[in-house]
């Protein structure tokens, strides 16, 4: 499983605006939504009980909160670059200002863990997180995740 099977340069936002972690989970939902058919509501739920058994902030800046929904048949990936570090009770304490959500389907428990693993391998390369703080465009942002000339 690569990257560009989780995302698409759609699927990659710049520059997001939030000043919390809800707010966060929010927008992401909110932009889940408009490309799952999902219910904006059923996704933001997912999300909070998920961090509801921990965080999901892994650590130097990256949160990957994920969740399961009978709604879809197969994983959705999106990337957000926030405009500035947010409180995401990471692990290192440390404000997050990247996320890599995840959406897999409710059966999908193999696949899930797949690609939290490629996600988690991908953003644990601090060349490619410095890459992605450095970046303005989402079209550039997705060029930096799906770059494998970068090991991941």
Sequence with gaps: MEIADLISPETVFADVKAT??????????RRAA????????EILNVLI?????????VGH???????????????HGFFARLGSGINFDAMDDMPVDLIFLLL????????????LARVS??????????RLRGTESPDALFAVLTDDSVPA
């Design 20 to 29: 919390s972690k809800k707010q966060a989970l929010q927008e992401l939902s």
């Design 34 to 41: 408009a490309v799952t058919k999902c219910d904006e509501r």
């Design 49 to 57: 009980e998920r961090e509801r058994l921990g965080t999901t902030g």
């Design 61 to 75: 800046g990256i949160a990957i909160p994920h969740g399961k929904l009978k709604s879809i048949d197969h994983i």
């Design 104 to 115: 897999a389907p409710e059966g999908g428990g193999a696949e899930h863990l797949k690609a």
């Design 121 to 130: 391998r991908t953003l644990r390369d601090t060349a490619r997180c410095e």
